[in-house]
């Protein structure tokens, strides 16, 4: 695996931190530029360049290509807005091999989830990713230990150190668990998706 450069570990932990702490609407133009609003107020753009991001919040404009800049953001859009993301309680939670929680998953049969929700939940996920996968015919799974688990190649890590599964890591949850890598684009997608149709199958503290 290549290392990642520091503008994509700036994409990351953008929107790792951005989903994280906030429910906002995603507005992008298709092209280089994003949005981040609340109720229609936005809280924060980004301009997308090729070696750097412009960050703009309340009319001030922010160059950032390093995490070390990225954190003096963070700050400063934490001063703006008080995080308003409740995060998914983990009483009830039930973990696949691969440490995704499969209690959020809408191929899960555990019993969390209804089916009027799944019917929902096949709506966004398949809007975000693929409708065709997520029909009638859509693949449901009883979840935990099952080997088709290990289908998206998210295994092949534990397996290489000689475990059977992410949570028995020491370093779970790393950059590599999730099953969907989540940066910076200029595409648009609705805070109730990023709730549902994203954040179950990201890694870190989405949900794990």
Not at 23 to 46: A, K, M, W, Y
Not at 65 to 81: A, H
Not at 177 to 183: A, E, N, R, S, W
Request: some cysteine.
């Amino acid at each position: 695996m290549s290392e990642k450069t520091a503008l994509q570990k700036v994409s990351e932990e953008t929107m790792r931190f951005i989903r994280g702490k906030y429910v906002l609407d995603e507005v992008g133009d298709g092209i280089d530029t994003l949005e981040f609003r609340d109720s229609g107020e936005t809280i924060l753009t980004i301009c997308i360049h090729e070696d750097h991001y412009e960050f703009n919040i309340d009319g001030k404009s922010f160059l950032v290509s390093d995490l070390e800049k990225l954190n003096f953001i963070k700050q400063t859009i934490m001063k703006k807005k008080d995080s308003n993301r409740k995060p998914f309680p983990k009483e009830q939670a039930v973990y696949s091999r691969c440490g995704m929680r499969c209690d959020l998953c809408v191929h899960y049969t555990g019993g969390t989830i209804s089916d009027e929700f799944r019917e929902e939940l096949k709506k966004r996920v398949g809007d975000m990713y693929d409708p065709e996968s997520y029909g009638e015919d859509m693949m449901l799974c009883p979840g935990g230990l099952i080997k088709d688990c290990g289908d998206c190649g998210k295994l092949n890590c534990p397996k290489s150190k000689g475990l059977n599964s992410c949570i028995e890591c020491a370093d779970y949850p790393c950059g590599d668990c999730g099953l969907v890598t989540c940066g910076i684009d200029a595409n648009s997608t609705s805070a109730e998706d990023i709730t549902w149709a994203v954040l179950p199958y990201v890694d870190g503290q989405y949900g794990n």
